[in-house]
């Protein structure tokens, strides 16, 4: 085990200290990676040797597909793990603790309850808050929705169609797929307009929320932005508070991507308000550099997450939280569920807050850079300015000014600039404009890098 684990250690290593050097992404279609990979198609009946194992995954495997880790993996929204990270999540597998419940993993479960109180202290949210680290943003977004489901109707399944619930048309994908999934109609998730710099417009939701109750609609949900994927737009969270305060509906803060710049100064200004929402959803696996996956539930009556989810079967009352046990299977939907707190836990007490805080300010500032370069450019245009680590852009050479034209010359650079395999960009639309967008969330990133990527941009344009 100890030969077999140090080759793994060496791989891991190997692979992060080079990973600058490395292609930042090589995409290759279902049928080229068939043809590369040459993987056994029926299982092996006898075992094989482990280094042989590790060099058919070098040779068939890694070399296909994007580094997160690198400094110039830009697009989506970036995961970088720490190497201590790394480790506290191969010690929570390696052990393989179950955390479902208190009574079998006891330790590992107050590491969990220290880490969400580490976040609630971080954001500001009262003494009391608590959740669950979850797979990622979307389940602990679902988890939210479920929650203020039954908050909302209780057990009355025959109100269900008449529910309605708002959010900004900037917010993440999986606020309507949860929706959705929760049994709210399509058509009674309202995308709410949003101002010029696409922050959900207060009045359009008041107006919107008044529509639905005089339509004999049950309004049981708003959904905020801290940190909107597309631009890192942040709604008016003090104004919306106050709407779910005086209309009694739940408020959830989607925070995924930008919530832990509220270690930084300006990060905690940015996201002022965030402290008044029933619920936030985190992803440590984004701003906080731990490995995938990693998201985060916080709830400020954690009462609310055990009426929506606990059961208890026969089978499970001899683990049945008592006195001031913590069932973490009584606040979400999974009963099996891994140690997620260890890498978070590892992490920050290996590097210190001032280390990570630093490194978060640096990213922002980053984003600051790239913007500025952008606004240098006689032919790049700003379309939504530096918000956290993003920035939307795109080519708009003097002259040329129809919109579909602009469309597909951006679509080519994008398609151009990310075939160097020096830097993986993603895009967008904002108001109906293709848009270049960076987001840049890694420790590793330099000025240089920022430098260079624009300069790409211009090039393949």
């Given at each position: 085990m100890v030969r077999l684990g140090r080759r793994v250690a060496d791989l891991v290593a190997a692979h992060l200290a080079r990973v600058r050097d490395e292609p930042v992404q090589h995409p290759i279609g279902r049928r080229e990676a068939r043809d590369l990979a040459a993987l056994p198609a029926v299982a092996p009946e006898a075992g094989a040797p482990f280094d042989g194992i590790v060099a058919t995954l070098q040779a068939r495997v890694f070399p296909y597909h994007a580094r997160e880790p690198h400094p110039r993996f830009m697009g989506y929204v970036p995961s970088a793990p720490t190497f201590p990270a790394v480790l506290g999540d191969w010690i929570a597998t390696g052990y393989n603790f179950f955390a479902g419940v208190w009574s079998v993993a006891a330790g590992p479960n107050e590491v969990e309850l220290t880490v969400l109180e580490w976040f609630r202290g971080w954001l500001g949210l009262p003494d009391g808050t608590r959740g669950l680290l979850t797979s990622g943003g979307s389940n602990a977004t679902l988890t939210a929705v479920v929650a203020a489901r039954h908050a909302a109707l209780?057990?009355?399944?025959?109100?269900?169609?008449?529910?309605?619930?708002?959010?900004?048309?900037?917010?993440?994908?999986?606020?309507?797929?949860?929706?959705?999934?929760?049994?709210?109609?399509?058509?009674?998730?309202?995308?709410?307009?949003?101002?010029?710099?696409?922050?959900?417009?207060?009045?359009?939701?008041?107006?919107?929320?008044?529509?639905?109750?005089?339509?004999?609609?049950?309004?049981?949900?708003?959904v905020g932005n801290a940190g909107a994927t597309n631009t890192g737009a942040v709604d008016p969270l003090h104004a919306m508070a106050d709407i779910a305060a005086r209309e009694r509906l739940w408020y959830h803060v989607d925070a995924a991507y930008a919530g832990f710049a509220a270690l930084t100064d300006r990060g905690r200004a940015l996201l002022a308000g965030i402290e008044r929402a029933d619920s936030v959803t985190l992803d440590p696996h984004k701003w906080l550099y731990v490995p995938f996956e990693c998201g985060c539930l916080l709830a400020r009556d954690p009462k609310a997450l055990e009426a929506a989810f606990h059961v208890l079967p026969d089978y499970l009352r001899d683990v049945e939280a008592r006195d001031q046990d913590v069932n973490?299977?009584?606040?979400?939907?999974?009963?099996?569920?891994?140690?997620?707190?260890?890498?978070?836990?590892?992490s920050v007490n290996y590097f210190g807050l001032a280390a990570i805080r630093g490194a978060i300010a640096e990213c922002m500032r980053l984003a600051d850079v790239a913007e500025r370069l952008v606004r240098e450019a006689p032919d790049l245009e700003v379309l939504s300015p530096a918000q956290?680590?993003?920035?939307?852009?795109?080519?708009?050479?003097?002259?040329?000014?129809?919109?579909?034209?602009?469309?597909?010359?951006?679509?080519?650079?994008?398609?151009?600039?990310?075939?160097?395999?020096?830097?993986?960009?993603?895009?967008t639309r904002l108001r109906g404009a293709y848009s270049l967008r960076l987001c840049i969330l890694n420790y590793r990133t330099t000025e240089d890098d920022v430098r260079a990527v624009i300069e790409l941009v211009r090039a393949s344009a």
């Open positions: 209780g057990d009355r399944a025959e109100d269900l169609p008449r529910l309605a619930m708002y959010c900004s048309g900037q917010a993440h994908s999986s606020v309507a797929r949860a929706a959705w999934i929760a049994g709210v109609p399509r058509a009674n998730v309202r995308l709410v307009p949003s101002d010029d710099r696409f922050r959900l417009r207060p009045d359009a939701l008041a107006a919107a929320i008044a529509r639905d109750r005089a339509a004999g609609l049950v309004p049981f949900l708003i973490f299977a009584d606040a979400g939907e999974q009963l099996t569920r891994y140690s997620r707190a260890l890498k978070v836990w590892v956290f680590g993003v920035v939307c852009f795109r080519v708009h050479p003097p002259g040329t000014d129809d919109p579909a034209a602009l469309d597909a010359l951006n679509e080519r650079v994008n398609a151009a600039a990310n075939a160097t395999q020096r830097v993986l960009m993603s895009s």
